[in-house]
């Protein structure tokens, strides 16, 4: 099974900038559908975009769109997420997962914790 490793996640005021990044090992993301995922205590894990590597097709949450922004390098395997305008409501701790039509989400980083400060 592809393992994916986080980076990225910190402090930062609203109105703010962060990029975080997920990179494969073990397998590539060339076949699969990979995402952001966020969660707060008490709240169920949010869906909040995904991107088929493939042919870079993307799916955004109305509650990110024009603010976050979804990416990959395909010579380094990596993924990004490219976050702007940050709001205290955004804090919360961020997920990348991998996942396909047949099997669902089936792998998942660590997560990486985000503060937004008002």
């Known amino acids: 099974q592809v393992q994916l490793v986080e980076s990225g996640g910190g402090l930062v005021q609203a109105g703010g900038s962060l990029r975080l990044s997920c990179a494969a090992s073990?397998?590539?993301?060339?076949?699969?559908?990979v995402a952001w995922f966020r969660q707060t205590p008490g709240k169920e894990r949010e869906l909040l975009t995904r991107?088929?590597?493939?042919?870079?097709?993307?799916y955004y949450a109305d509650s990110v769109k024009g603010r976050f922004t979804i990416s990959r390098d395909n010579a380094n395997n990596t993924l990004y997420l490219q976050m702007n305008s940050l709001k205290p409501e955004d804090t919360a701790v961020y997920y990348c997962?991998?996942?396909?039509?047949?099997?669902?989400?089936?792998?998942w980083g660590q997560g990486t914790q985000v503060t937004v400060s008002s």
């Open positions: 991107i088929r590597w493939s042919d870079g097709t993307t």
């Open positions: 997962a991998l996942g396909n039509s047949a099997s669902g989400w089936h792998s």
């Open positions: 073990g397998r590539t993301f060339s076949s699969y559908v």
